[in-house]
């Protein structure tokens, strides 16, 4: 086990060593950067659906899925170790009123481990939260480039959690995240003579803040069989409103630009005093998010179930940054989805023995530009491939969504994401019955 957990994360460091960048989305210009998808393959491949819970596949959406029934394959005296990592590729159409452009990007996406202990679970593990990649200029009334905006970086998160069994049905859990990462930005104001030549000298102003700090998120799963073959399953999550701390600086400089291969060489430099203005330090408000779902299904065969997310986006702050004809309002989000496995005990059939996932999710992501809504909409697909023995598997998803508006002149994505991962169990606590 632990040389396979090795070389899975040898491959995933190599594949983020590879591509930093997690978004090429123009919206993540705004606030900390473009929310990443807290959760696994299998979730994704359900339209975002975190509400199903069992022994074999971990959860990071609910801090409560730590616990989970004792196998029936080990007498249920225990239950796996479960091991998951995931990471993924996204190939996007920018489309505007002017024209259209492609956009890839590769991305870790997760990676996690959840312990059981008795009528407690245990589980940490590192996600992105936020991600910044972005490359924009707009034009002046000559249709020459004005201004060039460019952004990196992100929010990460490092979480460890806790979850109990309170009865054989209800399960509680939380979890404590540690927030870390930077954003940088920067923007060039172009600046030409009489006859719309490109002046010598440019200015550039460049910001970067420095984020960190704590948040929480509790959670509930209760689950009962209605009838003799289906089950029901529900969750329930809750963060609260929290604060991270920014350390900010922000430089302006006069540069000279190479306009064969854009590269950027700077003459002289001054940095700002946000000292003096309180701006050296600040803080960063996180919204708070509750989601609620449920769903029926028969073990082991089938799943449906539907979700329901909001959070308070315009809870949102962030001193340093001020943008016009930009504004948050309370995100929300609706999510569908489930899964059919034909038949999880055959020999005969590889494929019967597989996961097959669907989904679907409309979600209003909370930001306005130019009063008009960012909304997505995206379906999603997915198979579980068992591999190994104790219901190891591996995992793809895709997904089409859209997400924007060419309104006003905004831009709408077009995009198709490609999921992978592995989800591992493996037994490393077993009672001895001879001594």
Excluded: C
């Excluded at 080990?74 to 920018?94: A, I, Q, Y």
């Excluded at 997310?309 to 309370?330: G, K, L, M, R, Y």
Aim: hydrophobic fraction near 35%.
């Amino acid at each position: 086990m632990i040389k396979k957990l090795l070389v899975v994360f040898i491959a995933f460091s190599a594949l983020q060593s590879y591509s930093q960048e997690g978004t090429a989305s123009p919206y993540s210009f705004y606030g900390i950067g473009s929310l990443k998808f807290k959760g696994t393959v299998e979730n994704r491949s359900m339209g975002g659906l975190s509400i199903y819970t069992d022994s074999v596949h971990v959860n990071l959406r609910n801090p409560a899925a730590y616990v989970a029934p004792n196998l029936k394959l080990w007498n249920e005296e225990s239950r796996p170790v479960k091991f998951s990592v995931g990471g993924s590729g996204s190939s996007t159409t920018l489309k505007a009123n002017s024209g259209e452009a492609e956009v890839s990007t590769t991305t870790f996406d997760y990676l996690a481990l959840s312990l059981p202990l008795g009528d407690f679970g245990f589980g940490f593990g590192l996600v992105p939260y936020t991600s910044v990649g972005y490359d924009l200029e707009s034009l002046n009334d000559n249709d020459l480039v004005e201004n060039r905006y460019a952004g990196e970086g992100g929010l990460n998160r490092a979480f460890i959690g806790l979850g109990y069994k309170i009865t054989d049905k209800l399960s509680i859990g939380v979890d404590v995240n540690y927030n870390f990462g930077n954003i940088q930005n920067s923007v060039i104001e172009f600046n030409y003579d009489e006859e719309n030549i490109p002046r010598q000298y440019q200015t550039r102003e460049s910001n970067r803040s420095d984020l960190s700090g704590l948040n929480f998120n509790i959670g509930l799963t209760y689950k009962t069989m209605i009838t003799d073959e289906l089950e029901l399953q529900a969750g329930a999550t809750y963060s609260p409103v929290s604060d991270l701390s920014s350390i900010n600086e922000r430089t302006f400089a006069t540069i000279l630009i190479n306009f064969t291969n854009g590269q950027e060489f700077v003459v002289n430099e001054l940095d700002a005093d946000l000292a003096s203005r309180g701006l050296e330090e600040t803080d960063l408000r996180l919204p708070s998010r509750f989601s609620i779902g449920g769903g029926i299904g028969k073990p082991r065969h089938w799943f449906l179930g539907a979700e329901f997310t909001t959070q308070n986006t315009s809870e949102f702050s962030n001193p340093i940054v001020s943008i016009e004809d930009a504004n948050f309002v309370n995100a929300r989000n609706v999510s569908i989805g489930g899964f059919y496995i034909p038949d999880f005990k055959s020999f005969s059939s590889y494929w019967k023995r597989s996961t097959y996932r669907a989904g679907i999710h409309f979600e209003n992501t909370g930001l306005e530009i130019n009063n008009q809504p960012i909304n997505e909409f995206g379906i999603s697909f997915g198979v579980g491939l068992p591999i190994g023995q104790v219901f190891s598997n591996a995992n793809l998803g895709f997904e089409f969504g859209r997400r924007g508006t060419t309104d006003e002149n905004l831009i709408q994505e077009n995009f198709f994401n490609l999921s992978v991962s592995l989800s591992l169990n493996d037994r490393w606590f077993q009672k001895r019955k001879y001594n």
